[in-house]
């Protein structure tokens, strides 16, 4: 047995308290990484890679608490993991508006995205807490959550968003936005497939509901450090552009 997991009581075996762990080292180190970037990018950019900083950072936090949670209890840790989206989410919906603010973006669809989100997660965690296996329940408040999660994504991808960056005229912009909108489709369309998994959920004959935190993991690993480089990347090359520009 490697002593450093028997130190830390992760059970090789067991893929949920592992992604926890690597969850949490990769979410720190993501966070070092966007904030020292922020000195490599014009100013315009610096709050855009602050705010990727704090959304892997807050995480590693919750991290570090839902890995603790899970090791002594073997329970999904709900109410952390809500806590997590709850600040992370709304941080990823100000990303959006940061990007496109050169494009003319108000602080209406800031809102509008911090809104559905709220929405989302509110009813996602009332069909997670108090569904009680439920069947009925589950499905139902997964439904009305992804009335929330639905806006968002045709925000993104047809609609207000993807509009402000077509009119911008700067490709860097509309690849970014994009890519952010795949990442809304794509990325967080793996949470719902996780809720799914749990006891009375569409998928809960299919998927192993022991393994609801696994697909967690994997999409908060995948959307929240994704987001970060998508961002960091439109910086980078904006940045590089206008070094160009100013020769
Ligand atoms: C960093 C955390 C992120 C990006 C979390 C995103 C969460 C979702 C997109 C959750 C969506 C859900 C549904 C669409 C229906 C079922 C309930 C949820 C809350 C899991």
Known sequence: ?????????????????????????????????????????????????????????????????????YIN?????????????????????????LLLKPAGASKGLMWRLIIAGAFMLVTGYIGEAFSNGNALQVNLWGAISTIGYVYILYTAMAGEAKKLADASNNPAVQKAIRTLGLFVLIGWGIYPIGYMAMPGGLLSSVIDPKNLDLIYNLGDAVNKIGFGFVVYSLAITES????????
């Open 73 to 97: 209890t073997h329970e999904t840790p709900t109410a952390l993991r809500y806590i997590d989206w709850s600040l992370t989410v709304p941080l990823m919906c100000v990303e959006f508006y």
């Open 240 to 247: 590089a552009k206008s070094k160009v520009a100013h020769a």
């Open 1 to 69: 047995m490697n002593i450093l997991l028997e130190f830390l009581k992760i059970d090789k075996s067991d893929p949920v308290a592992i992604t926890f762990f690597t969850g949490y080292m990769a979410m720190f180190a993501s966070s070092i990484f966007f904030f020292f970037e922020r000195t490599t990018v014009d100013a315009k950019w610096k709050t855009s890679l602050l705010v990727s900083a704090l959304i892997t950072g807050i995480a590693a936090v919750h991290y570090y608490y839902m890995r603790d949670y």
